[in-house]
C-alpha cells in the first residue's frame, strides 16, 4: 500500500513561487509513476504534471514553462515547482501514484486521474492579484 503526504502548500503573491512535496512510503518512488493533479472550487480536478518510474515527464500545456515535476529518488520524495503563479493556479494540489510505468509514453501522458489508486490529501495553493 502506496501513502502520500504532499506538504509546501501557502499562499502567494502574483509572480510569486511556491515548491510542493509528496512524500512517498510504502514503496520506491521509482518503482511508483506520479501525477499532480488540482481542483479549483466549482471546477473538476485537472492533471498539472506526470513522472514515470523510469523518469520521463510532461508537463500540461498551461504550466509548461512556468511548473516542473521532479522527484528525489534517496528522499523518495516527489516535487512541483511553481513559478509565476498566478490566481488561475489557485487550488488544492494533491499528487496520485500508480505502481509499474507506462503513464508517460513519448511525452504523452496516458493516465488519467481515476486510474491513480493512491492519493494524498491535497494542499490548497492560493494565488492572489
Known amino acids: 500500500q502506496v501513502q502520500l503526504v504532499e506538504s509546501g502548500g501557502g499562499s502567494v503573491q502574483t509572480g510569486g513561487s511556491l515548491r510542493l512535496s509528496c512524500a512517498v512510503s510504502?514503496?520506491?518512488?521509482?518503482?511508483?509513476?506520479m501525477g499532480w493533479f488540482r481542483q479549483a472550487p466549482g471546477k473538476e480536478r485537472e492533471g498539472v504534471a506526470a513522472?514515470?518510474?523510469?523518469?520521463?515527464?510532461v508537463l500540461v500545456d498551461f504550466v509548461e514553462g512556468r511548473f516542473t515535476i521532479s522527484r528525489d529518488i534517496a528522499k523518495n520524495t516527489l516535487f512541483l515547482q511553481m513559478n509565476s503563479l498566478s490566481p488561475e493556479d489557485t487550488a488544492v494540489y494533491s499528487c496520485?501514484?500508480?505502481?509499474?510505468?507506462?503513464?508517460?509514453?513519448?511525452?504523452?501522458?496516458?493516465?488519467?486521474?481515476?486510474?491513480?489508486?493512491?492519493w494524498g490529501q491535497g494542499t490548497q495553493v492560493t494565488v492572489s492579484s
Open positions: 496520485a501514484a500508480v505502481e509499474g510505468s507506462g503513464t508517460v509514453v513519448r511525452g504523452v501522458w496516458t493516465m488519467v486521474d481515476d486510474e491513480y489508486p493512491y
Open positions: 510504502g514503496n520506491t518512488i521509482s518503482s511508483v509513476s
Open positions: 513522472i514515470d518510474s523510469d523518469g520521463s515527464t
